[in-house]
């Protein structure tokens, strides 16, 4: 008599009476999938977005002879500058 109010006591819990046990390893493979899902997410989110184009400026088509120009300009004054401090200071 007490066997079978036990066994229809375990038939009435909500799992039937069975003990689920859980894989870890299902869990692992479970989240490393929504890990790889999200970083995709993110890659497409990446690309989607808008960069600015790698097209040269204005400034970057003008001849190579006018910017060449002014270091030469620039070199000349500074040799320049040099030697009137060596003349003043008597270096």
Do not use: C, H, W
């Given at each position: 008599?007490?066997?079978?109010t ?13 003990t689920?046990?859980?894989?870890p390893?299902k ?12 970083e995709?997410?993110e890659?497409?989110l ?14 970057n ?23 009137l401090?060596?003349a003043?200071?008597g270096?």
């Open positions: 008599m007490f066997k079978r036990v066994v229809k006591l375990s038939k009435t819990t909500p799992d039937g009476g069975r689920i046990v859980r894989d390893r869990n692992k493979a479970a989240l490393s999938q929504l890990v790889k899902q999200e995709q997410k890659q497409q990446v690309n989607k977005q808008n960069f600015p184009s790698f097209a040269p400026s204005e400034q088509r003008q001849s190579i002879g006018s910017s060449l120009g002014s270091y030469a300009l620039a070199g000349a004054g500074m040799s320049l500058g040099f030697i401090v060596g003043v200071f270096l």
